[in-house]
């Protein structure tokens, strides 16, 4: 028997509208996402993975359709429902980091921890993710890899429930790419964490438990993987 | 509520342009600390002389007659509402002072009854004694001009009258609640000490010297608490039917009182204005910087919504940049205001020591310029207003790519 879906897009569509213009970007999604899975988004740019990210994260609402997370319709829900929604379960991790450049990592992740009443203890993450020296490091001292990982520890320190991760190696080299990679696998495989991830790099499809191709606006094909490979096994 | 860690972004953004902020927070100072001096400047002020106008028994009104026997003030004192009246003998002459080169100046010879204390425009003695009864040649000078002249008591100064010229002798020094501001007529803007003299004489003596006799062309009256002084001027204008009244000046429409009242409201609109000046300018500069700020930090505040701030919370957290040093600037301007205002007691000083200090004795002429430059510097400015304005960055832009600039 299949899972109950911890994640569910029912007919999904969002549509941007600026002046006379109209641009489509999802366009009748329908989309399943079991508790624990890896799942990783690909497409092209345009083609409206980024929008699939901010509906699922409650960033934004659909135009029609229903966003069923854990058997809530956030699609229905106002500002403030939205808010909480997002402290107590989504963890997002960006391309670009967006790290507080006057915080160090220690108060980047407080900054997260402050709006939950039970997060995760601090040093442990910075510990799990390699950082507990640089905990007093402002951003500008960490090099890049470091300051996904700080971010990646921000994601988790409200112990949420999904993770979305929009191009989280976007901004950096392979190897320092296939680490933060890595570590996300074995907050997975290790934690049950249930992962989101948007890439346009195809070689990372190959460690996911699920693939979800987007062109246009729909999706284009959907491959379930029983045996997904090693992070190590990766190359671009 | 915006948290600790929050705190300390803003505790850290600040102290990076901790000169910009220091220099809000200090025009803030200086418009609260402004306000709090000049409003209680003005307060003091307006206490002050409504006082002393009140202790040294500043007429309610005046009426000018042609010429009337001096025995008609006994009946005007005896009108209903009446608390003083005095009758004078004024008359405007040519002085000339000074022995080797004499000055010819105009002067305003006031016949007053000796010998006794003055029910209206009581005067006080600032140096030498007050006149004698009889046929005494003596003056009481107005002290602003005396001291512009140089005149001491036992100086003297001749009254040219008809072609005959009197030698009065000084005998004291005064003042008059009646000049504080020594002009001539209610069409002169600025007092006129240098030119224009006041004495007082005794009623008899001014009486001879112009050939009225026990005559007065003058009545200047105080009116009872709770009485019309409309109703009682009219009283008044009525008894002196006869002798050719004028219309009775009231106390507003004196020169002196209307030129001081002016420099009240004057010193009133001010207290407003230099105060807005500078929260204007401070609130505008704010409003800039807050600007820049939103929109330099456009990522973090889309990292804030993401992360699950409230749009409540986020508009909080950089409202508090903003508040931080207008609290500062606030809590100095009025630790300043009490620093400065302890140093210019004004209302502890009373009206002599301050009205006429101000005025005159301690009046420096640096002050003066700097003051008169910002009078005019004032003239041209005028309200300025700093507007709110919403941070209505959508909670996406955290998400998207910096170079499509689009939120």
């Known amino acids: ?236 | 509520m915006v948290g600790g860690v929050l705190w300390r972004k803003i505790r850290r953004e600040m102290w990076q342009t901790r000169w910009l902020y220091g220099a809000i927070a200090a025009m803030v100072a200086l418009g609260v600390m402004l306000f709090a001096i000049a409003s209680s400047l003005y307060r003091d002020m307006h206490l002050s002389y409504t006082e002393s106008f009140a202790r040294y028994c500043l007429e309610d009104f005046g009426v000018q007659v042609r010429s009337a026997p001096r025995t008609v003030v006994v009946r005007i004192r005896r009108l209903p509402g009446v608390a003083g009246a005095e009758g004078r003998l004024v008359k405007t002459v040519a002085i000339e002072i000074g022995s080797q080169n004499p000055r010819r100046l105009m002067g305003r010879l006031i016949g007053i009854e000796p010998g006794q204390p003055l029910q209206v425009n009581q005067l006080r003695l600032m140096e030498g004694r007050f006149l004698r009864g009889g046929r005494d040649y003596a003056i009481l000078l107005e002290s602003k001009f005396a001291r512009y002249h140089r005149l001491r008591p036992h100086d003297t100064i001749t009254v040219l009258w008809h072609g005959e010229r009197v030698r009065f002798t000084i005998a004291g020094l005064v003042r008059s609640p009646e000049y504080i501001y020594v002009i001539q007529s209610k069409q002169q803007v600025l007092p006129s000490e240098d030119v224009f003299g006041v004495m007082f004489a005794p009623l008899e003596v001014v009486g001879e010297i112009t050939g009225q006799s026990e005559q007065i062309n003058e009545v200047r009256v105080v009116v009872k608490p709770g009485f019309n002084r409309e109703l009682v001027a009219r009283e008044v204008e009525h008894l002196l039917r006869v002798y050719d009244p004028e219309k009775p000046v009231m106390r507003e429409d004196q020169p002196s009182y209307f030129l001081l009242e002016s420099s009240a409201r004057i010193l009133r609109t001010y207290s407003v204005l230099f105060p807005m000046l500078f929260l204007g300018v401070s609130v505008l500069t704010l409003y800039t910087l807050q600007m820049r700020v939103v929109l330099q930090q456009r990522a973090v505040i889309g990292l804030l919504r993401a992360l699950g701030y409230t749009r409540r919370q986020v508009l909080g957290h950089y409202l508090s940049m903003a508040l931080v040093p207008g609290f500062v600037g606030g809590v100095l301007g009025v630790g300043l205001a009490r620093v400065f205002r302890a140093g210019f007691p004004v209302a502890t000083w009373g009206f002599w020591r301050c009205l006429w200090s101000v005025w005159s004795r301690r009046w420096c002429p640096l002050w003066e310029g700097c003051c008169w430059r910002w009078e005019r510097l004032l003239q041209g400015v005028c309200y300025l207003r700093g507007r709110r304005r919403a941070f209505p960055l959508h909670r996406l832009c955290a998400l998207r790519h910096r170079r499509w600039g689009v939120c």
């Open chain 1, 1 to 236: 028997m299949k899972p109950h879906p911890l994640i569910e897009l029912r007919e999904v569509s969002k549509i941007y509208r600026r002046d006379r213009f109209e641009v489509r970007a999802l366009n009748r999604v329908n989309l399943q996402i079991t508790q624990g899975e890896f799942a990783v988004v690909l497409g092209p740019s345009g083609c409206g993975k980024s929008t699939m990210l901010n509906l699922i994260g409650g960033l934004d609402t659909p135009t029609s359709g229903s966003v069923i997370v854990d058997s809530e319709d956030i699609s229905r829900y106002n500002e403030a429902q939205l808010s909480a929604y997002r402290r107590h379960k989504i963890g997002f991790v960006f391309q670009f980091f967006n790290l507080v450049p006057t915080l160090t990592a220690r108060e980047n992740i407080e900054l997260a921890a402050e709006l939950v009443a039970n997060p995760r203890p601090i040093d442990e993450l910075l510990h799990a993710v390699g950082l507990y020296e640089r905990a007093n490091h402002f951003p500008g001292e960490l090099s890049g890899g470091e300051q996904q990982r700080v971010a990646i520890a921000r994601a988790l320190v409200t112990r949420p429930p999904i993770l979305l991760c929009d191009e989280p190696t976007g901004e950096l080299d392979s190897a320092t790419g296939k680490r933060i990679l890595k570590l996300l696998h074995t907050l997975n495989r290790q934690e049950g964490q249930t992962i989101v991830l948007v890439t346009h790099n195809a070689a990372i499809a190959a460690m996911a438990d699920h693939v979800i191709r987007l062109r246009d606006g729909q999706i284009e094909s959907e491959v379930y993987s029983p045996q997904p490979g090693e992070v190590e096994s990766l190359e671009w």
